[in-house]
């Protein structure tokens, strides 16, 4: 079965850009988060969906961050303007609720670096 | 408010050997999973195993177990026979109804040949 998929792996950009992350979750799993990891602050939850409706954005760290899922398949991430301080592995990460708890399973990271 | 505590930043076990990473956690809740994600230099996060709070057993997968003492709210990975590609960072999670995870701060396995 494929995992959770997210493009592009690496992306090198400058300052002032946009960046567009992008997610394909499990298939059939109704929950889908964005985490960020630096060295400094760890793994942060940045937001969540449930059936593609944002549950929790409290993560997000400025308006500079939007995240979008137009259907169960797709998610974006998005920063608008970058700066430097955004260099991060985000991942994303998607789960199905089994009637107690849930084991999210991750994909394998975009590597961010803003210059 | 939860937390997860990981006061080992950096572990080494001889190839063959065993060892044991720890975690401790704080919450109020009696329903809870904790969790070991394993994430090696390509940078995944990988799961490598479960436990739920409600189950007494310690969870086992293959060389990994678990020793989870609830009253104590500590969730240790024992990891035996140590191999080469066991060389990761660790990280313990919790999560309880709210499908939040949070994370501890890692721990560094090095195995040494």
């Known amino acids: 079965d494929a995992g959770v998929i997210q493009s592009p792996r690496h992306e090198v950009t400058e300052m002032g850009q946009e960046v567009t992350l992008r997610c394909k979750p499990i298939?059939?799993?109704?929950?889908l988060f964005w985490y960020r990891q630096t060295m400094m602050r760890g793994l942060e939850l940045l937001i969540y969906f449930n059936n593609n409706v944002p549950i929790d954005d409290s993560g997000m760290p400025e308006d500079r961050f939007s995240a979008k899922m137009p259907n169960a398949s797709f998610s974006t991430l998005k920063i608008q303007p970058s700066e430097p301080r955004d260099s991060a592995v985000y991942f994303c990460?998607?789960?199905?609720?089994?009637?107690?708890?849930?084991?999210?399973?991750f994909g394998e990271g975009s590597w961010l670096t803003v210059v | 408010a939860q937390t997860v505590t990981q006061s080992q930043p950096e572990m080494s076990v001889q190839e063959a050997e065993t060892v044991t990473l720890s975690c401790t956690y704080d919450?109020?809740?009696?329903?809870?999973?904790l969790f070991w994600y394993k994430q090696p230099p390509s940078r995944q996060m990988i799961l490598v195993i479960r436990?739920?709070?409600?189950?007494?057993q310690n969870a086992t997968e293959n060389r990994f177990s678990v020793n989870f003492q609830k009253a104590a709210k500590s969730f240790s990975l024992k990891i035996s026979d140590s191999q080469l590609g066991d060389a990761a960072m660790y990280f313990c999670?919790?999560?309880?109804?709210?499908?939040?995870?949070?994370f501890g701060t890692g721990t560094r396995l090095k195995v040494l040949a």
């Open positions: 999670a919790y999560s309880s109804g709210t499908y939040k995870y949070i």
């Open positions: 436990q739920e709070a409600y189950k007494q």
């Open positions: 298939s059939g799993h109704d929950y």
């Open positions: 919450t109020s809740e009696s329903d809870y999973y």
């Open positions: 990460a998607s789960s199905l609720r089994t009637g107690r708890g849930n084991t999210i399973y």
